[in-house]
């Protein structure tokens, strides 16, 4: 068994990155997959996005926010790749010219505490009726993170949904956007669907 993730540790966002661009060659373009907020708010340049699925991980709301989409005495929730399963979402192309620029652009909005486990993921498209494969930097999330909520119930998923909002709105919102986002992209994803028709039934949207 994994021992727990010690939250006293800081983890150095700027080492992560040194190792994480080792995994990168540097020579071509920079693939990024986007599974949340980065399809709906990506904030870097990119040249091309398609439609791409990962195995292994998959999308979920299981990760403290006490900053973004929450506060630290009422924290929120956001999306996470956590292990197990797949999970569609959006690969994006930055091109080689611009990569180093906005992978330091992209790391200070996912990684300024080093809460993620980046990770190069091999993300599946179809391109012109064919599969094609591309690796792609994915920010995950390890269970034995602090940050790692695990399964929440719907009565505390309505709480959180209900009060948490943070700089960037609640969490709430947050929700709602990232349904509408992968609703646009024709990604289905039934167990958003199925949080989206829970808020709606207690009226909070």
Request: glycine residues 8%; hydrophobic residues 40%.
């Amino acid at each position: 068994m994994n021992a727990p993730l010690d939250p006293l540790v800081l983890r150095d966002p700027q080492a992560m990155l040194a190792e994480t661009r080792r995994g990168w060659n540097g020579t071509g373009d920079l693939w990024v997959f986007g599974y949340a907020s980065l399809i709906w708010r990506p904030e870097f340049e990119f040249v091309e996005r398609r439609m791409a699925v990962v195995h292994g991980f998959h999308r979920a709301l299981e990760m403290r926010s006490r900053v973004n989409r929450g506060t630290p005495e009422c924290p929120g929730l956001v999306f996470a790749l956590v292990g197990g399963g797949s999970c569609r979402g959006v690969a994006f192309r930055i091109a080689r010219e611009h990569a180093e620029r906005e992978l330091e652009r992209l790391w200070l909005r996912e990684m300024p505490t080093g809460v993620y486990d980046p990770r190069w993921l091999r993300c599946r498209s179809v391109v012109d009726g064919t599969p094609h494969d591309v690796n792609a930097l994915a920010f995950t999330l390890d269970r034995r993170s602090p940050n790692y909520t695990g399964p929440i119930d719907d009565a505390q998923m309505l709480d959180i949904l209900r009060l948490a909002c943070g700089r960037y709105g609640s969490t709430l919102d947050y929700l709602i956007d990232t349904a509408r986002s992968l609703r646009e992209c024709c990604i289905r994803d039934r167990e958003i669907e199925r949080l989206v028709a829970l808020a709606a039934a207690h009226t909070l949207r």
